[in-house]
């Protein structure tokens, strides 16, 4: 942000301002500041320490500590909401599964956008629901959004869902069955 306020400090004060000089600094100031949220992301991913059986509750963490990153980018993240007091789903998963889905859903999902994670069930799975609506300006709209949690789905022995009807965006990943207890 300091290099966005001497930018514009600069270009008030120049006698005759060049509007290009200046959109080139906000905008490089811009994607430093979005690669150092991306950076922060991913620190945060193995960081904190998650508390035994309780996949609600890491997520709650987790939402908690992303919530003012995100929201430096225009992005409102929803609280978690759990379909009961119990989800029986590994914490380390639910949280990793986590930071996967919303480290890609944040690159596609624009300013005034909205992310909800919820706990999603079927007859069979466990799973992790993420809903993202683009906001105002979508950023980037990949081809396929969630490529790195397709990989995550297949290592871990997950399964992911997805489909992109803009602007929303919905995935599920569903857990294999040794995860829940």
């Known amino acids: 942000m300091a290099r966005i306020e001497l930018a514009a400090s600069q270009w008030l004060r120049a006698p005759y301002p060049a509007p290009e000089g200046f959109a080139t600094t906000i905008r490089d100031a811009l ?28 997520l709650q963490s987790l939402l908690g500590q992303l919530r003012p990153v ?25 949280r990793r599964s986590c930071m996967h889905l919303l480290r890609e859903a944040a690159n596609w999902t624009g300013p005034e956008g909205r992310l909800q994670l919820a706990a999603a069930r079927s007859p069979e ?10 906001g105002a300006t979508p950023r980037n709209t990949p081809e396929r959004p969630f490529e790195e949690s397709e990989r995550f789905a297949r290592t871990s022995g997950s399964r992911l869902t997805w489909e992109a009807n803009a602007p929303l965006l919905e995935a599920t990943l569903w857990f294999c069955e040794g995860t829940a207890r």
Do not use: M
């Open 70 to 94: 995100l929201a430096a980018r225009g992005v409102r993240l929803d609280p978690f909401e759990a379909t009961s007091a119990v989800w029986p789903v590994d914490a380390r998963l639910a």
């Open 31 to 58: 994607a430093d500041l979005d690669a150092r949220i991306q950076e922060a992301l991913a620190r945060l991913a193995p960081s904190a320490e998650v508390p035994e059986g309780d996949a609600a509750g890491a």
């Open 125 to 134: 799975h466990q799973g992790l629901s993420l809903r993202a609506h683009a």
